[in-house]
């Protein structure tokens, strides 16, 4: 149950920092604007997919805080999240990627740098 633990906290924490920093700093470096605003303009749409577990059913959700409260052009956000909705998979990617590592250990097989490249 500790490795169980362990293994939920490092995910979680994985996506926070991924989700806080990392993508914060892109937007910051691209936008060159202070992100904490548009993400605060997605309240809504981050309570809604939380809820619902899918980025599908928050669509609708998401193009109304990114069009009427963020601002963002209606012709780049009709183009932009259908895409994200679909392709975005961040989190995923993450989960399985230390779910592996976890999957791995749990059956004490040691993994070398080739192994930990090809699941990076």
Partial sequence: MEQLGLFIVT???GVLI???I???LLYLAIVRRNPWPF?????????TVFAT???AATLP??????EDKAKVDRRVSRFVLPIGATVNM???ALFVSVASIFIAQMNNMSLDVGNLVTVA
Wanted: proline fraction near 0%; aromatic fraction near 14%; hydrophobic fraction near 55%.
């Fill in 39 to 47: 993400f605060w303009h997605m309240r809504e749409a981050w309570l």
């Fill in 61 to 66: 959700i998401s193009l109304k805080c990114v």
């Fill in 53 to 55: 577990a899918s980025t």
């Fill in 11 to 13: 995910v979680v924490v």
């Fill in 18 to 20: 991924y989700q806080l």
């Fill in 90 to 92: 961040d989190g995923t």
């Fill in 22 to 24: 990392i993508m914060q």
